[in-house]
T-cell receptor, first 113, second 117 residues
Framework: AQSVTQPDIHITVSEGASLELRCNYS??????LFWYVQSPGQGLQLLLKYFSGDTLVQGIKGFEAEFKRSQSSFNLRKPSVHWSDAAEYFC???????????FGAGTTVTVRA | GAVVSQHPSRVICKSGTSVKIECRSL??????MFWYRQFPKQSLMLMATSNEGSKATYEQGVEKDKFLINHASLTLSTLTVTSAHPEDSSFYIC?????????????FGAGTRLSVL
């Protein structure tokens, strides 16, 4: 079965600074990878996804992620963080035909002025 | 596109009563819907997979008689928490799945905060 690790529980970043959130997955074949963002008390919003092809994927809100097979990673980046980016970020991996997703534990991002 | 509506957003009920939560895909047909439970400051825990016209598949440890799932149409799935107790208080989130096996994406509802008194 697939699994996801998000090593950073909490990251604090200054507004305007760059942000990188780490995600490592475990799966025998090429997984389907996702990043979701959750604001307090809300559901999850899809930021971006990787299925195949170009390993650098662009998402909404200025986010991008890079799939590195050799490192089993799918790290999320944003060049310049805005205060509205403060939220919980989840990396997820899907595999197989049952469409299930396995989620990481999440990373809380705090943005300071 | 790909909007999932979940209702109600918040519900408070007395212990022993049943609560129904609806999950609708507004602009697409979803053959598969998922129900998750999320505890404070934790990740999402998959409770069950719901396929239109068939019985839901529950994850290990989830009581199927406690959490009744009905997926009557391609746009609607419901979760009924039967005889709710305080330990059932939680944040419940649904998702609807679109796309084939190689490009499947889950879109999430806004969640339902259940408080059982």
């Amino acid at each position: 079965a697939q699994s996801v690790t998000q090593p950073d529980i909490h990251i604090t970043v200054s507004e305007g600074a760059s942000l990188e959130l780490r995600c490592n997955y475990s799966y025998g074949a090429t997984p389907y990878l996702f990043w979701y963002v959750q604001s307090p008390g809300q559901g999850l919003q899809l930021l971006l996804k990787y299925f195949s092809g170009d390993t650098l994927v662009q998402g909404i809100k200025g986010f991008e992620a890079e799939f590195k097979r050799s490192q089993s990673s799918f790290n999320l980046r944003k060049p310049s963080v805005h205060w509205s980016d403060a939220a919980e970020y989840f990396c997820a991996v899907g595999a197989g035909d049952d469409y299930k997703l396995s989620f990481g534990a999440g990373t809380t991002v705090t943005v300071r002025a | 596109g790909a909007v999932v509506s979940q209702h109600p957003s918040r519900v408070i009920c007395k212990s022993g009563t049943s609560v129904k939560i609806e999950c609708r895909s507004l602009d697409f047909q979803a053959t598969t819907m998922f129900w998750y439970r999320q505890f404070p400051k934790q990740s999402l825990m998959l409770m069950a997979t719901s396929n239109e016209g068939s019985k839901a598949t529950y994850e290990q440890g989830v009581e199927k008689d406690k959490f009744l799932i009905n997926h009557a149409s391609l746009t609607l799935s419901t979760l009924t928490v039967t005889s709710a107790h305080p330990e059932d208080s939680s944040f419940y989130i649904c998702s609807a799945s679109v796309g084939g096996a190689s490009k499947n994406i889950q879109y999430f509802g806004a969640g339902t905060r259940l408080s059982v008194l």
